[in-house]
C-alpha cells in the first residue's frame, strides 16, 4: 500500500508511470501527434494558464519570485515544456499539496485534478514523442579536470596545469562536464595558452621521439637533475640485499613444505622482489659444493638453516641475516686499493688521472687483491713503505685507505702450496658477491668523506660538473636485457638530454694545462653559447691533449695512457651527441605527429599533418628557433587546437539524429569513465569500427572500470553527485574544539567515499550497497576516529571493514565527510544534513531558502535549549514548515554523530542526544537505522531512479531531458530482478540511443518542446 501511495506522489515513478504512458499511447494514437498536441494546447488555455494566474502568479511572479521560481513565463504550453525542470517542481509540489501553502487561496479539488492532470499528460506526451533524443549537447571545453586528467595520460606524467585555473560552474544535474556551463572566456583563453606553454615546458627530446618530465626541462639544472634522478631511483628499485635472495633461496629449497611445489626460482622471485637473474646465480653458488675458501663457510652457514615451522614462515631470517654479516665483513678484507698517480706536471686530481682511479675501482668490483690472503711459508704482505703522491691535496682524491688486516686471520689462511686453489676459490666468491653493486655518490675525498658528499653520480672533480658510471656488478649480476638496455639508454640520456658530456669538456677546456680553478687568480673565463662548437671540436681536442702529453712528459705509461684514454673517450662522446641529434630530429617530428593524434583522439588528417608541419617549419624560420624550442612551440599549438582542448565529438553536422563516429563514441566512453582520453585498446576498437557493437561497448566499460583511472568516475562523478568534491578546502572545523581533525583525517573522510564506490563500481555490486552496506574502507587515521581496531601501516594502507555496522558505519550515509561538510563546526545541523539527505539521495527537488532566515546559535555548548525544539520553533513559520517537513527528520536522525561525524550520546552542552524523528507521510524511526528502514520502506525507488538520472546526466554531459524518462524507467524496472548490481545502470546507458548518438549542428538551437 505505502509503496502504491508513493507512486501517486511521484508522478514518473511506478504504476503511475506506466498507466500514464498507456494512457499517452491511446491519446496518441486516437487523435494523431497533431490532434493530441493540439488537444493539450486547448486544455492549458482553458484549465492550466487560469489556473497558475490565479493560485501560482501571485507568489511565483516576475517580481521577487518566492524560493526563486519565477512562472511568470508560462503563459503557453510551449513555455512550460521548454522549462522541463520548473515544470516538474510545480507538478512535484502539487502531486504532494505543499502548493499553495497555508494560508494561500487554495484551489477546488477539481481543479488542481484537472491541472495535475494536465501536467501529466503534458509531460508524458513529450517524453514519449522525444523518447531516446540525444538532446542538446554543446561543444564545450574540458573542464579543468578533464584536463589535467587528459594532460596526465597524454604526457605520463602529472603536470595538473589548471590548479590556477577559476573553479568550473556545474549544471543543473551538480555536474562541471556540461556545455550548458563550460564557455570559455578571453581571461581563461590565456589561463589555456600559459597552462600548454607550462606542459610544453616538461617535454625532452630524447633519441627516438620525445617525452615530458615531472618538472620542467628548460634549464640546464632542470635537465642535470631529471637526468641523474632518473638513474638514481632506477638503481633504488633494484632489490641489492642478499638477506632476501638468501630468503628466497631457502623458500625454494622447502618450497613442497611452504606450499609451493610447483614454483619455481624465477616465480619466487617475482613473489618476493628479487632480481631473477641473480637469485639463480645465488642458489647455484649455495648449492654448488665448495672446498676451500669463504664460500665453503658461507655454504656451510646455508646448510645450518632451519626446516620450516607452522606459522612462522621467517624462520630462516635470522641465519640469513648471519649468511651477510659473514660475507659483508671478509668481502672487506680483500677489496682491491688504488693509488694515486701524476704524470709530469699533470697531477692526481686533473680530470684525466682522477677518471683513471675511478675507471680502476668501476672494474674492479667483483675482484680482490690475492695479495691479502696469507699463505703459510710466504713472506707477509705489508703496505708501510708505499708512498702516494698529492695525498695531501684537499681538492684532490686524497689519502688512500688501505686495507689492512690481521697477520693470522684464519679467513685469509692459506695451506702451504695451496695459494692458486684458494685464490680460484676466492675469485669465485668475489664475482658472485661484489664490494658494491654501485657507487651512487662520490665526493672529492675518496676515503674521507666531507661536506661535498652524496654527489650523485659524481666523478668527484673538485667543484666542476662531472659524471662517473660505476654500477658493473649491477648491471652484469642483476640486470636482465631489458634491463641492461634501460640503464644503458639512462646514461646516454645524460649527454643526449642534459648535454652533460659537451658541459664537463667546456668546463674542462676552459682549464686548459691550468689543471683546476684554483690556478685562476682573476676569475675563470666564461664562455658564450657561440663558442661552445669551437671549444668541441675534434681540431681543438686534439691540440688540447697534445698540450697535455707535453706536461705529462716523463710519466708512466699507465698515466700517459689515461690521458690518452681520457681525450680518446671525450672525443667519441662528444661526436656522438652531435650525430645522434641530427639523426634524431625527423623522429621527434614523427613523435609531434603521434602526439598530435593522441591529443586529438582519433587519427590525423592529410591537412593536420601538413598544418604541423607547416607550422615547425615556420616557427624555426621566421622565428630563429632551434629544432627544440620549434618542437615545443608545436605542442603549444596542439594543446591550444579545439581538437585538443574541446570535446567536439558532441556535435554532429547535418540536421538529423546520427550515430557518433567511432572515434566520437571512444572519446564519450573514456571521459565518462576516466575523464580523459581514450586509451590505446579504445582507439583500436574505433578504428576497427566494433565500438557501436553492445557486447564490445559493455566489454569495454567493465575493463575500463578495472583500470585506476577509472578513480575519476568516483572523483568526478561520486564526489560532484554527494557534494564533497571541495572537502579538502573546509574550512568551517574549529580545530582548538576538535584537534584530532588534522590535514590527514582531513584527507581520509574526502577518500572513505571514493574509494566505497569504487568498490561498488569495480566489484559490480548492488547499488543499495550505497545506502544499506554493513561495510566501509578506512585507513589508520580514521580507523581511530571511528573507534575501529587499530589499521596496521601508514596513512596509504586502507583496509575494508566488514562489520563496520557495529562502530555505526557502513554505506555512505554515516561517513564523516558528509556530516562534517553539512556541519557549521561548533554545533550540527539537522536542517543541512537532512536537506543533503532529500536532495543528493533521495532525488527531491527542493527551493533555496528564503532571504533573511534567522540563523541558530553557532555553538552547541550555550544554546539554551536543545537544538532540536529551535528547529521545531523555526518550523513553527508557515514559510518555512512545508520545506522543512520534508528533510528536517533526516537530519535529526543523525544527532547522533558530533559535528566531525564520530559517534556521540550527549551534544556539546552536555544534554543527551535525541536521535528520533518522525519522517514524511508519518513514518517513525530513530538513527541511522530509522532512515534506512524509511527509505527501505517508502523511498527506495526514489534513490533508485534519482542515482541513475544522475548517472545518465553525468555520462551525457547535460541535464537530464523529459526525453530520458522513458530510459530511465527501463533501468529502474530491470534493476530488482537484476538484484540491483551497477553494470545494469552502466551497460544500459552506454547501449542507449542518448549515448550512441548525437544531434545534428542545425538542432542544438532547438530547445525541447
Not at 633494484?238 to 609451493?260: C, I, K, M, P
Not at 632451519?306 to 648471519?322: F, I, L, M, S, T
Not at 674542462?508 to 664562455?527: H, I, N, S, Y
Not at 561495510?775 to 562489520?803: F, K, Q, S
Amino acid at each position: 500500500m505505502e509503496r502504491t501511495r508513493q507512486a501517486r506522489r511521484n508522478p514518473v515513478s511506478g504504476a503511475t508511470l506506466i498507466c500514464i504512458l498507456a494512457g499517452t499511447a491511446t491519446l496518441g494514437t486516437a487523435l494523431g501527434q497533431g490532434e493530441a498536441r493540439a488537444e493539450l494546447d486547448s486544455r492549458f488555455t482553458r484549465t492550466v494558464r487560469p489556473f497558475l494566474e490565479n493560485y501560482c502568479l501571485s507568489c511565483h511572479g516576475q517580481r521577487d519570485p518566492a524560493a526563486q521560481l519565477d512562472l511568470s513565463g508560462f503563459t503557453t504550453m510551449a513555455g512550460v515544456l521548454q522549462d522541463g525542470r520548473r515544470a516538474s517542481q510545480i507538478l512535484e509540489r502539487l502531486e504532494a499539496e505543499e502548493m499553495p501553502p497555508k494560508g494561500a487561496r487554495h484551489p477546488m479539488p477539481h481543479q488542481r485534478r484537472a491541472a495535475l492532470d494536465w501536467f501529466h499528460a503534458a509531460r508524458e506526451y513529450e517524453t514519449r514523442r522525444n523518447a531516446g533524443d540525444p538532446g542538446v549537447v554543446l561543444a564545450r571545453r574540458l573542464s579543468n579536470a578533464e584536463y589535467n586528467y587528459t594532460v596526465r595520460d597524454l604526457t605520463g606524467v602529472d603536470i595538473s596545469p589548471t590548479r590556477k585555473f577559476p573553479v568550473d560552474p556545474a549544471n543543473t544535474a551538480g555536474f562541471d562536464n556540461s556545455g550548458e556551463t563550460l564557455s570559455m572566456s578571453p581571461t581563461l583563453l590565456n589561463k589555456y595558452l600559459e597552462a600548454a606553454r607550462e606542459v610544453a615546458s616538461h617535454v625532452y627530446l630524447k633519441e627516438k621521439g620525445f617525452a615530458f618530465a615531472p618538472h620542467p626541462m628548460l634549464a640546464e639544472s632542470d635537465r642535470d637533475k631529471f637526468a641523474v634522478h632518473q638513474i638514481i631511483d632506477f638503481y633504488h628499485r633494484q632489490n641489492t640485499d642478499y638477506v632476501s635472495y638468501f630468503q628466497t633461496a631457502w623458500r625454494f629449497r622447502h618450497r613442497a613444505a611452504l606450499g609451493q611445489p610447483s614454483a619455481t626460482l624465477a616465480d619466487l622471485a617475482r613473489q618476493n622482489g628479487v632480481s631473477a637473474k641473480y637469485l639463480e646465480t645465488v642458489w647455484r653458488t649455495l648449492e654448488t659444493a665448495e672446498e676451500v675458501g669463504p664460500l665453503a663457510k658461507l655454504q656451510a652457514l646455508w646448510r645450518a638453516l632451519p626446516a620450516p615451522r607452522p606459522n612462522q614462515p621467517d624462520v630462516a631470517k635470522p641465519g640469513c641475516e648471519q649468511m651477510r654479516a659473514y660475507l659483508t665483513q671478509v668481502r672487506k678484507k680483500v677489496e682491491p686499493r688504488f693509488i694515486n698517480i701524476t704524470a709530469g706536471a699533470i697531477g692526481t686530481a686533473w680530470q684525466p688521472l682522477l677518471i683513471w682511479k675511478n675507471t680502476q675501482y668501476a672494474t674492479h668490483r667483483r675482484k680482490f687483491d690475492h695479495r691479502q690472503l696469507q699463505a703459510a711459508g710466504e713472506p707477509p704482505f705489508t703496505q708501510t713503505n708505499v708512498v702516494e703522491p698529492e695525498w695531501a691535496n684537499a681538492f684532490g682524491p686524497g689519502k688512500t685507505l688501505l686495507v689492512e688486516n690481521q697477520p693470522t686471520d684464519p679467513d685469509l689462511f692459506v695451506p702451504a702450496g695451496q695459494r692458486a686453489r684458494h685464490e680460484a676459490a676466492w675469485g669465485r666468491f668475489c664475482s658472485v658477491f661484489p664490494d658494491m653493486f654501485y657507487k651512487e655518490s662520490r665526493g672529492r675525498n675518496y676515503f674521507v668523506t666531507g661536506k661535498d658528499e652524496g654527489r650523485y653520480l659524481s666523478a668527484g672533480f673538485h667543484n666542476v660538473m662531472g659524471y662517473f658510471r660505476d654500477d658493473q656488478p649491477l648491471f652484469e649480476l642483476l640486470l636482465d636485457d631489458q634491463q641492461q638496455a634501460t640503464l644503458d639508454a639512462m646514461w646516454r640520456e645524460m649527454d643526449f638530454v642534459a648535454s652533460i658530456n659537451i658541459r664537463t669538456y667546456v668546463e674542462f677546456a676552459k682549464l686548459g694545462t691550468r689543471g683546476t680553478r684554483d690556478d685562476f687568480k682573476d676569475g675563470e673565463p666564461e664562455v658564450g653559447d657561440l663558442e661552445v662548437d669551437k671549444i668541441i671540436s675534434a681540431s681543438k681536442l686534439r691540440s688540447l691533449e697534445a698540450d697535455y702529453l707535453k706536461f705529462a712528459k716523463g710519466g708512466s705509461d699507465v698515466a700517459i695512457r689515461a690521458i690518452r684514454d681520457f681525450f680518446d673517450r671525450a672525443d667519441t662522446s662528444l661526436r656522438w651527441v652531435q650525430q645522434a641529434r641530427r639523426d634524431a630530429e625527423p623522429s621527434h617530428v614523427q613523435s609531434l605527429f603521434d602526439f598530435a593524434a593522441r591529443a586529438y583522439r582519433r587519427p590525423l588528417t592529410a591537412a593536420d599533418r601538413a598544418d604541423l608541419q607547416s607550422f615547425y617549419r615556420d616557427v624555426k624560420e621566421r622565428y630563429a628557433l632551434d629544432h627544440e624550442a620549434a618542437i615545443r612551440e608545436a605542442i603549444v599549438l596542439i594543446l591550444m587546437s579545439p581538437k585538443f582542448s574541446y570535446r567536439v565529438d558532441l556535435v554532429g553536422t547535418g540536421s538529423e539524429v546520427q550515430p557518433l563516429t567511432a572515434f566520437d563514441l571512444a572519446s564519450r566512453l573514456s571521459y565518462f569513465l576516466w575523464s580523459s582520453m581514450p586509451d590505446d585498446e579504445l582507439l583500436r576498437h574505433a578504428a576497427a569500427g566494433d565500438l557501436h557493437k553492445p557486447e564490445i561497448i559493455k566489454a569495454q566499460a567493465r575493463r575500463m572500470l578495472q583500470d585506476p583511472r577509472s578513480r575519476a568516475l568516483a572523483v568526478e562523478f561520486g564526489a560532484n553527485w554527494l557534494e564533497v568534491r571541495d572537502f579538502d578546502q573546509i574550512g568551517t572545523v574549529d580545530r582548538a574544539r576538535f584537534p584530532s581533525f588534522s590535514d590527514a583525517l582531513r584527507e581520509a573522510m574526502f577518500e572513505e567515499p571514493i574509494r566505497f564506490l569504487l568498490d561498488v563500481f569495480r566489484r559490480n555490486r548492488s547499488i543499495l550497497d550505497l545506502l544499506y552496506a554493513r561495510d566501509t574502507l578506512v585507513n589508520p587515521v580514521l580507523a581511530r576516529h571511528y573507534g575501529m581496531p587499530a589499521v596496521a601501516g601508514d596513512e596509504r594502507a586502507w583496509v575494508n571493514v566488514p562489520d563496520a555496522d557495529r562502530y555505526g558505519r557502513g554505506g555512505l550515509l554515516p561517513m564523516a565527510a558528509f556530516l562534517t561538510k553539512n556541519a557549521p563546526g561548533l554545533r550540527t545541523s539537522p536542517v543541512k544534513r537532512g536537506y543533503w539527505v532529500a536532495k543528493n539521495i533521495l532525488g527531491d527537488q527542493i527551493p533555496p531558502p528564503p532571504p533573511l532566515v534567522p540563523e541558530l546559535p553557532a555553538d552547541e555548548a550555550k544554546m539554551d535549549l536543545p537544538l532540536r525544539q529551535m528547529l521545531e520553533r523555526h518550523r513553527a513559520n508557515p514559510s518555512c514548515a512545508a520545506c522543512h517537513a520534508r528533510f528536517d527528520s533526516f537530519g535529526l536522525a543523525f544527532e547522533g554523530f558530533d559535528p566531525v561525524g564520530r559517534l556521540r550520546t550527549h551534544d556539546l552542552g552536555g544534554r543527551a542526544v535525541d536521535a528520533r524523528a518522525t519522517f514524511p507521510k508519518g513514518a517513525e524511526g530513530e538513527g541511522l537505522q530509522g532512515i534506512r528502514q524509511y527509505i527501505r520502506d517508502h523511498r527506495e525507488t526514489d534513490f533508485v531512479r534519482g542515482f541513475s538520472r544522475r548517472l545518465l546526466a553525468y555520462a551525457l554531459g547535460r541535464s537530464v531531458a523529459l526525453s530520458d524518462e522513458v530510459l530511465i524507467q527501463e533501468i529502474s524496472s530491470q534493476l530488482p530482478a537484476l538484484g540491483f548490481r551497477f553494470d545494469t545502470v552502466l551497460e544500459r546507458i552506454v547501449t542507449s540511443r542518448q549515448f550512441l548518438n548525437r544531434r545534428g549542428r542545425d538542432q542544438l538551437a532547438t530547445k525541447e518542446r
